[in-house]
């Protein structure tokens, strides 16, 4: 082969360098040869290795001969030299020591002693006195030592390097080899025939002896001559150095010990291969083993028989080995034995050997019925031939499935049944060990052997398992073990094909006690396995026998093709729980309690019970009963099917059904019980859980400790190994088994006891393990101290296992308040307590830190995800749970899932989860971890990992930002994901944990600064972009073998599921840790993270570039670098993206090789039709699958829907378990029903079958991707939603221009992703269009979009709070840019030159408006449209940006003017002109194409019919929308649209329809929900922005807008005053008062009421008519209004003097209409309340507000807002002449509340209503009212009273007086307001007098208080000087109000003067005069007295 060829080239490259250097080779050859050696085998094999090159140097160089001085001959002497010093035995068992174990040494003892004594001591040195037998053995060479801890790869050298020395000595050196074989043939020969020569002469001796003892009369004296004794002794001396070499046995045994145990490992020898391309065909080898069958002495010949027996191991070579004995040339038997086979059989072949265990069998029996007779007896060489035959026959079937089959249904082998009949025959014990091996080798399920498909496996088991019940059977019919002594019911019990077993009679007991030891004790008056254990085995202290029957037991039990493995720790036993199929449940039924209990509690009783109390020759051996009886112990556990009292999870109702309905409901019956009873697993169960000896012998196993363990090596260790890790295995299967058992079996067993068929026993105390584990805390200590064991991490894992479960359990979570510290006491949980006052404390936290630290060539996990082989029997149903390959990998992960599962809320603190992480014991929540020099934790481990995956990324990784993904890396999340996941889940549930969050984050932050490093480190990219890069060309290409494997699984969805459920956990802890920061204003360690996540992914960490090359002040410059620049945050962003698609790829296309795999013709399971479903399941996967899942569905009957369940991270997937049953369920009911009739049927069954198992398990694996990607963009989410809200301020780099790029990069970012239409292909910019078909598989489904709406749902929320950041900092751009427009004014703050720009906004308006653009998309896309949440989220960002753009451009045009008479600042304009382009250009976007259009049919139909919180988003967007089309000089867009489409009337229809009643809901006490009056208000805001343009009041009007508010309901329940007084709860505080409420239901319709009624025509009677019905309907809140703000009594509030000023503004438009009084003058007397019954409300205004300072007592504040505001002063410079006029007036000097912002808003509101009075007032007296006859004249109705003394004033009606006082204190006012605005210009222009502090007052008094930190000195005097400037133009605009109202007035008092002194003449009396209402004013008659009044003023 090439290997061989390879092999000889090395050689003969050696050989040339030797004969290169002639005096080394001369000089080697006398080191080996002529120079002394200490050991003589040792010398011998390098002789031997020397020979065997020396050969090959001759043949290969020339010269080589003439070197070393010697030719061949002498080169073969040596070699027969080196045989004869004892290479073999040298080879054998010094260098292949660590192979001999003590079974094989058991098994080849013959041979080892023949190894042993052919190199004994000279025969000169043996006297006649040392030549027993027993000083022959002690003569004999002493054996080597065997070293057993050799590491594992130097083992495979030594095999290696002997492989290599055994094939060349045979291959080159077969002629010596068969000449020292014959030559010991004869040897053997001769030396036999002079023994039976010897012999015959002894007997004729004593022979003669006899007779002449006879003749002398001695018969009595039998003894011999004592002088006789010495040639007898002689002789055996002279026999025992004559004994001849026997070196072809030892070589023989060198290949068995080379080749044992190693599956096809001899492959070579057996000449025909199985035709693998590594196996190597060697025709030497093979005619050597063909040569060896020719041997005819008896030694050679079990020297062969266990050469094969080795050559025969693994599948391969098994049959060839069967092949080999079924058609042997070999040579016949000796005629010593042709009795045995006389049918002349070949000595190697099956024949032989049936033929003689058979031929024993028979002569053995014939023997039974004489007692008398001698007994016969197989010869002891006899024995040793046949039971190397028999380890042959083991070593062929248990490798090979076709030789077991053969043999076991072969009628002329009849091998099962031969070996019973001689195994109850008496043979001596190894003989019986020997025969019940093989039995157990032909019932083992061997999981070395390949099963090939499903379906050839499924028969394999069921032939198996047939044997095995077979063999239960043979052995319950041979009572090899006796059960019963009715011999009559066994008879009748015995199958027609078993022998008939003579047995004694007598009837056993059918009662069953559980608990109690075994209820089929084995009868002790016979024989049988139990006499030859106690009395043959016991005795000599050696138990083969019994360790071979025990292993039969074990062997015979097997496990369930459908059930896990008994070592998988990590599956449910009872959910996966599935009863043995080789266990008949009806064995021994007709004559005992059926089951194969007896054997088991024979298992039970009789050896592990007893295995303390035996001795032992070899101590090993006792480990080894230990082992074998617990796993006869966990496989009984293991095949306990209780899966019938699992409740049915999917009811509503489960918890009410008691255990024995659960029972039945799940199928349960009367049989399954009685199985469930019998099965010996419940006996063993029940056993531990009473308490029994059983337990602690469990527990006496595991005192052997840890140590022990983990220094005891070879056979010992292994025993002991197994043997501790089935304990522990045990009680971890009992502890998740008992509660079904105690809570459910039980109870329907004792309330079925009488259907059972027979009495049932059960123990009266039964109690958890945890219970009875309380009492031996020892022992607990002592499990938990298995951590440490460095032997076999399966311990470890199940002590994790067992741990996890007793800290969950409420016995030792419980709190033991005895527990004692130092002096003090604590309160402790009973788990840590124990631990902590343990003396092994300490070793079990370092054994925790030593599993976290496991690092072997298994850690790395595996990167596989399509298991679908696992998935077809329900192990596993996705990506969550499939487990790792090695119990390495599982450690630390179990390890962490301990400490999550104790730091749960629901378990107090301290628990063995704190105390493990190193957290205090008396204090967790405040005391300081300890340092890692002080006392390692299991957190500084966890750490330390996490630092090991940073370190491993390397410097280019922190350097690059983590953007590179290195091939080689060694990183935790590349090879561990899973690891990594647990270990950032633990950070962040420490750091979330109320207990241990300010510990931990102090200790993060002052050893390493965690977060930071962690997220700078950490490689953003999860894999390479296939997009980018074809990985699978590389790996193909690539010639490093792990390099392929490493791509491989470089996609595996497994590894990108847990590497973004890693970052997942890492970036909300991030966001936690960012968050704590800022709340803590930690600036410095805050602003390092932000400053990372913000910065340029392309530049090197620390060094940002500068800004001024990034951006440009002018639009267009640097354009191009602003959009290639990405952030750190988006640059995680967009890895993580493109890992999903590109795993998502993978998977997909995993799923299409599967269901070709499994659905083509190459898995095809025969008939006509295969074809044609092969093209339908390749064609399905092709195309959309929903007819073809319906299809399959159909056929089956079956709904997949119920099984979806939530697994452990809430993620819905198909519970495969119950999937595949439910799948089988129908099956069968289809078989039943005969619906299968036909092979083409069956056939679309089973692969329907296949399809929904194929679907459903990578539909599972795409809804946890997808899960795990969700999770990992929310924690991704936090992070930027933290950096754009509460850190945002800490982003220093850039100052605000900085902050600016960033929230734009991350808007234009993340509105790219929600405008993609496509969930997860997105072509790059390098995949051509050729080759984007390769990539495409098929289109999203509709699932995949449901998702990815979700997706974009989830991100929605987080683009609309980046954009309402942007907006923000353009309305800080406006500001600034105002403030910078203003310094660069000549003149300003007393500057004498330009000062450079302000930097304002400096992004570019082209990105800006493609952003807006697809801003306007992504509201448009499929998954916008399908989700309302993200359509909403999408609005509200419009909402923002078009805010935004708006106030950039309201702050630019304010300073527009100014800015175009200077034409010095061209950049300035410049900018301007561009930014004005901003709000044109998002115009234009939606005017030039049906954007607009589209847009506005989505958010016309929300605000319409969206669900409540959405529609004040709608009708928000529409008010924003409106205002932007606004800009347009046509007729307004979307009030057009809006008409068109008819959305008006529905709008303003839906007020009355469907949303009255639910506003009057809202002005409850205690409402459930104010949606109805948020989007009132949205609504009504709509409204009045489309009502102040004419257009938009036509349509409102058109739409019956007046009725509706008109009618409105809620308008008229206004609560009273003291209705809130009652509110005084914590959720109170969260909702607006009542008042409040109504205010803002009110409000607007009053309003859009004065927007309106200044929008109608005169001439439009109607629609005056119907504003006047408004008053009309709602007179009485109207009314109530206007009277609380008039009486002395009633606070005054903003909200009340804003509702007045609304109502006598409207009143005053609306009687300004004469058809309107006209109306309310006819309608007089009809009981009609109007306009003019509100006459004296409105006029009592006057009186109360106007004539002096006094209502400002009455001012209160109703929140927050208002609190605030009578704090901040509202202007710090005006003139103190505020008092001075108060005092000229003779008032009290002016509350300071007045001077206040809040109360200058209550100031002006006064002075507007007294201004609507005064005019309503100035209107009515104006109006000639219309007579009631056409005779008549018009009178005039004066308004006020003739009094013109203020003390004659009434409370309620004004007077004259009030005029003359308001026209006194305006005129002051309007003189002070005059002065303050002077000042105030003055200041304005003259900014640089005032000091930083006055400037900083000013700006905190300012709406741009919030910008006081980005102002310089500079700016802040120029913002100042815009400020003040705008304070001057609303005192001036105050004083020209007042100016007006003076006039009014002066107008009224000379109206009024008038009326009264022409009344006083012409009727001499006052008191007739009357007001517009109706109603007279009081008064006195007389002119002297009005003339008094006239002289007052």
């Avoid at 480990?623 to 095949?639: H, I, K, M, N, P």
């Amino acid at each position: 082969g090439t290997n061989q060829e390879l092999s000889e080239v090395a050689a003969l490259d050696k050989i040339s360098y030797l004969v290169r250097d002639s005096d080394f080779l001369v000089k080697l050859n006398a080191e080996i040869v002529d120079k002394q050696w200490n050991d003589e085998g040792m010398k011998g094999f390098v002789w031997l290795q020397w020979a065997l090159l020396a050969l090959f140097g001759m043949k290969r160089s020339p010269g080589f001969d003439r070197l070393i001085g010697y030719r061949e001959d002498r080169v073969e002497n040596i070699a027969e030299q080196a045989i004869q010093m004892g290479a073999y035995r040298f080879a054998v068992d010094y260098l292949l020591g660590f192979r001999v174990t003590d079974d094989l040494e058991y098994d080849l003892s013959a041979e080892f002693e023949v190894l042993q004594r052919q190199h004994a001591k000279a025969p000169a040195a043996t006297t006649a006195s040392d030549s027993s037998p027993e000083n022959i053995e002690k003569a004999a060479s002493p054996r080597y030592p065997h070293f057993t801890d050799i590491p594992a790869d130097f083992q495979w050298q030594i095999e290696r390097t002997l492989e290599d020395t055994l094939s060349t000595f045979i291959e080159r050196m077969s002629s010596l080899i068969r000449r020292v074989r014959y030559s010991e043939e004869d040897a053997i020969y001769q030396a036999q025939q002079a023994e039976q020569q010897r012999l015959f002469q002894e007997e004729q001796r004593q022979q003669q002896q006899q007779q002449q003892l006879m003749l002398q009369g001695g018969y009595r004296y039998s003894r011999p001559i004592a002088g006789n004794a010495g040639p007898s002794a002689s002789n055996t001396a002279a026999a025992a150095a004559a004994e001849p070499r026997r070196d072809t046995e030892c070589l023989f045994l060198w290949i068995t010990v080379l080749y044992s145990e190693k599956p096809d490992a001899g492959l070579r020898f057996w000449g025909q291969g199985s035709g693998s391309s590594h196996v190597e065909l060697d025709d030497r080898l093979s005619v050597f083993l063909r040569w060896g069958s020719d041997c005819r002495e008896q030694g050679m010949i079990r020297g062969y028989f266990n050469m094969l027996s080795a050559l025969a191991c693994g599948p391969q070579a098994s049959i060839c080995a069967h092949e080999f004995m079924s058609a042997s040339s070999g040579s016949l038997m000796s005629p010593s034995r042709s009795q045995v086979a006389s049918n002349q059989a070949p000595l190697c072949s099956w024949s032989a050997l049936f033929g003689a265990l058979d031929f024993y069998a028979s002569s053995l029996r014939e023997n039974e019925p004489d007692p008398l007779a001698e007994t016969p007896e197989i010869p002891e060489a006899e024995i040793s031939l046949l039971r190397s035959f028999l380890r042959l026959c083991r070593s062929v079937v248990r490798y090979s499935i076709v030789a077991r089959t053969t043999l076991y249904e072969s009628p002329e082998y009849n091998a099962i049944m031969t070996i019973f009949n001689l195994l109850g025959c008496v043979v001596p014990v190894p003989l019986k060990a020997s025969l019940i091996s093989t039995i157990a080798a032909f019932g083992e399920l061997n999981p070395e052997i390949p099963y090939g498909d499903d379906a050839h496996a499924d028969s394999i088991y069921q032939a198996i398992n047939e044997m095995a019940r077979r063999s239960w059977i043979l052995l319950e019919q041979s009572q090899t073990l006796p059960t019963t002594n009715n011999l009559d019911a066994l008879r009748d019990a015995r199958p027609a094909d078993v022998q008939q077993v003579p047995m004694p009679g007598k009837t056993p007991s059918r009662r069953m006690n559980i608990g109690r030891g075994s209820t089929h004790r084995p009868l002790q008056n016979r024989g049988g396995i139990v006499y030859e254990l106690e009395e043959v085995e016991a005795a000599v202290e050696t138990y083969p026998e019994v360790r071979a029957f025990v292993r039969l037991i074990s062997s015979l039990i097997h496990s369930s093709s459908g059930a896990p493995a008994l070592s998988n720790m990590e599956r449910d036993p009872v959910l996966y729980s599935v009863p043995s199929p080789s266990i008949p449940t009806d064995l021994g039924e007709s004559y005992r309690v059926p089951g194969v209990s007896p054997y088991v509690g024979f298992v039970l009783d009789n050896v592990l019970l007893k295995a303390e109390q035996r001795s032992y020759r070899y101590p090993s051996e006792k480990w080894s009963v230990y082992a074998l009886s617990l796993d006869v112990v966990e496989r009984s556990l293991g095949t306990l099917d209780l899966s019938a009292f699992i409740a049915d999870t999917s009811g509503q109702n489960t918890t009410r059904l008691s255990s024995t309905s659960i029972f039945q409901q799940n199928g349960g019956s009367t049989s399954a019980l009685q199985a469930i009873v019998t099965h010996p697993g419940f006996e063993i169960a029940i056993r531990i859980l009473c308490g029994s000896k059983l337990l602690d012998t469990l527990l006496h196993v595991l005192a052997v400790g840890v140590d022990a363990l983990n220094t005891s090596t070879g056979d010992l260790g292994t025993s002991i190994e197994l043997a501790v890790a089935r304990t522990l295995r045990i009680l971890l299967r009992v502890l998740r088994i008992q509660n079904v058992l105690l809570r459910h079996t039980v109870p329907v067993l004792l309330e079925s006891s009488d259907a059972l068929g027979f009495p049932i026993n059960l123990p009266r105390s039964l109690t958890t393990l945890e219970q009875l584990l309380l009492t031996r805390k020892e022992s607990v200590i002592r499990i938990i101290t298995y951590i440490g064991c460095a032997a076999s991490p399966e311990i470890c894992l199940a002590t994790i296992k067992i741990i996890h479960i007793l800290s969950d359990s409420s016995v030792f979570n419980g709190v033991d308040d005895g527990m004692t510290r130092g002096s003090g006491s604590l309160t402790l949980n009973r788990l840590v307590g124990m631990i902590d006052q343990s003396d092994e404390s300490v070793r079990i936290l370092h054994g925790f830190i030593n599993c976290l630290e496991l690092e072997d060539e298994n850690s790395a996990e595996s990167q596989s995800g399509a298991l679908i082989g696992e998935a077809a029997k329900g192990f596993t149903s996705g990506l969550e749970d499939q487990q790792p390959l090695a119990s390495s990998q599982s450690i630390p992960i179990a390890i962490i899932d301990l400490l999550l599962a104790n730091l749960s809320p629901s378990k107090p603190a301290p628990t063995i989860a704190h105390y493990l992480l190193g957290f205090s014991l008396s204090k967790p929540a405040t005391d300081d971890l300890p340092d890692p020099s002080q006392r390692a934790t299991c957190l500084h481990t966890i750490l330390d990992l996490l630092r090991k995956d940073r370190l491993a990324s390397g410097d280019a990784a922190a350097s690059t930002a983590g953007d590179d993904y290195s091939v080689r890396s060694s990183g935790l999340l590349v090879n561990r994901p899973r690891l990594a996941e647990r270990c950032y889940h633990l950070i962040y549930h420490l750091c979330s944990d109320p207990v241990t969050s300010d510990v931990t984050l102090r200790f993060l932050r002052a050893r390493e600064n965690f977060f930071s490093t962690q997220i700078s480190t950490t490689a953003a990219t999860i894999v390479p972009d296939l997009q980018q890069t074809d990985a699978e060309a590389y790996a193909a290409s690539s010639s490093d073998l792990e390099t392929v494997g490493y791509f491989a699984g470089l996609y595996g969805p497994i590894r990108v599921y847990a590497q973004m459920h890693a970052r997942a956990w890492l970036w909300r802890s991030t966001a936690l840790e960012l968050h704590s920061l800022v709340l803590q204003d930690s600036r410095s360690r805050a602003k390092l993270i932000v400053e990372w996540l913000v910065g340029d992914a392309n530049q090197s960490s620390g060094s940002d570039a500068d800004e001024n090359d990034v951006f440009s002040v002018l639009p267009g410059n640097g354009a191009q670098n602003f959009l290639d620049s990405r952030m750190r945050v988006l640059a995680l962003f967009d890895c993580l993206r493109q890992a999903y698609r590109d795993s998502s790829f993978v998977l997909r296309r995993q799923q299409r090789e599967t269901e070709h795999a499994y659905l083509s013709g190459g898995d095809s399971l025969g008939g006509d039709n295969d074809s044609d479903i092969a093209d339908e399941g390749v064609a399905s996967f092709s195309s959309p699958s929903n007819q073809t899942a319906a299809l399959d569905t159909d056929i089956l009957n079956v709904d997949v829907s119920s099984c979806i369940v939530s697994n452990e991270r809430g993620c819905a997937v198909y519970d495969l378990h119950a999937l595949v049953a439910l799948l089988q369920q129908a099956e069968q009911s289809l078989e039943s029903s005969g619906a299968l009739n036909s092979s083409a049927t069956r056939q679309r069954v089973h692969r329907a079958i296949r399809r929904i198992v194929i679907r459903s398990y990578f539909s599972n694996q795409e809804r946890e991707l997808f899960f795990a990607y969700s999770s990992a963009l929310r924690g991704w989410k936090e992070v930027a939603e933290i950096v754009v809200s509460s850190a945002w301020d800490k982003i220093e780099s850039g100052g605000r221009a900085g902050r600016e790029r960033t929230a734009f990069q991350m808007l234009r970012r993340l509105v790219q992703v929600l405008s993609e239409n496509d969930p997860v292909y997105n072509p790059g910019k390098l995949i051509s269009a050729s080759s984007a078909t390769g990539w495409w598989i098929e289109p999203p489904s509709a699932e995949q979009e449901l998702r990815h709406s979700e997706l974009l749902t989830a991100l929605a929320p987080t683009l609309s709070l980046v954009t309402e950041r942007l907006a923000l900092e353009w309305t800080r751009s406006g500001v600034l840019s105002r403030a910078s427009l203003a310094m660069n004014k000549p003149g300003v703050s007393g500057q004498s030159r330009q000062l450079p720009p302000a930097i304002d906004s400096r992004l570019p308006v082209e990105p800006l408006l493609d952003a807006w653009k697809l801003l306007v998309g992504s509201a448009l896309t499929p998954a916008a449209q399908s989700s309302l949440h993200l359509r909403g989220n999408v609005y509200a960002s419009m909402l923002h940006f078009l805010g935004g753009i708006r106030k950039l451009a309201t702050a630019e045009a304010e300073d527009t003017p100014g800015l175009s008479m200077n034409k010095q600042l061209s950049s300035s304009v410049t900018k301007h002109r561009s930014k004005s382009r901003l709000v044109s250009g998002a115009l234009d976007v939606l005017a030039d194409s049906t954007l607009g259009d589209r847009l506005l049919e989505s958010v016309s139909t929300d605000a319409a019919d969206a669900s409540d919180a959405w529609k004040t988003v709608a009708f928000s967007l529409l008010d924003a929308l409106s205002t932007l089309f606004g800009f347009e000089p046509s007729p307004n867009r979307a009030v057009m649209f809006l008409a068109r489409k008819n959305f008006f009337s529905s709008y303003i229809g839906s007020i009355i329809r469907r949303e009255d009643q639910a506003i009057q809901a809202t002005l409850q006490l205690d409402p459930a929900s104010l949606n109805s009056l948020y989007i009132y208000e949205a609504k009504m805001a709509f409204f009045l922005r489309i009502a102040q343009r004419q257009d938009g009041a036509e349509k409102l009007l058109e739409n019956g807008i007046l009725d509706v508010l008109a009618d409105c309901a809620f308008l008229d329940l206004k609560p009273s005053v003291r209705s809130d007084g009652g509110q005084t709860s914590y959720a109170d505080a969260f909702i607006p008062a009542r008042a409040e409420r109504y205010h803002q239901l009110l409000m607007p319709a009053l309003d859009l009421m004065l927007v309106l009624v200044t929008r109608i025509g005169r001439d439009n009677l109607t629609l005056w008519m119907k504003a006047a019905r408004f008053i009309s309907q709602h007179y009485g809140v109207l009314e109530a209004i206007l009277k609380e703000a008039s009486l002395p009594a009633q606070p005054l509030s903003i909200a009340l003097l804003t509702e007045a000023k609304a109502i006598s503004a409207l009143v005053f438009y609306i009687s300004r209409q004469r058809a309107v009084l006209d109306r309310e003058a006819a309608l007089a007397g009809s009981g009609h309340v109007g306009i003019s019954s509100l006459n004296l409300p409105m006029l009592a205004l006057l009186s109360k507000l106007c004539a002096s300072s006094t209502w400002t007592r009455r001012l209160i504040t109703t929140n927050d807002v208002e609190r605030a505001q009578s704090q901040v002063p509202a202007s710090p410079f005006d003139d103190d002449v505020k008092d001075s006029v108060a005092s000229a007036l003779g008032e009290r000097p002016i509350n300071d509340i007045q001077h206040t912002v809040f109360g200058q808003q209550a100031s002006e509101l006064v002075d507007a209503i007294v201004h609507n009075v005064i005019s309503y007032a100035q209107t009515i007296t104006d109006q000639s009212v219309k007579s009631p006859t056409p005779d008549e004249t018009r009178t005039f109705r004066p308004a006020f009273t003739w009094s013109i003394e203020h003390s004659r004033e009434s409370d309620y009606t004004p007077s004259l007086a009030t005029l003359v006082a308001f026209v006194r204190r305006s005129m002051s006012q309007i003189e002070r307001g005059r002065k303050a605005r002077n000042e105030k210009l003055r200041l304005s222009k003259n900014s640089s007098e005032m000091t930083a502090a006055d400037l900083r007052k000013l700006i905190d008094a300012s709406p741009y208080v919030e910008l006081s930190d980005d102002l310089n000195t500079s700016q802040m005097r120029a913002l100042a000087s815009v400020l003040l400037a705008q304070q001057g133009q609303r005192i001036g605009r105050s004083i020209t109000m007042l100016v007006a109202a003076v006039e009014q007035a002066l107008v009224l008092l000379w109206r009024h003067l008038s009326y009264f002194i022409n009344t006083n003449a012409d009727n001499g009396d006052l008191g007739n005069g009357y007001a517009l209402g109706g109603g007279a004013y009081g008064g006195h008659s007389g002119g002297n007295r009005l003339s008094s009044s006239m002289s007052l003023p």
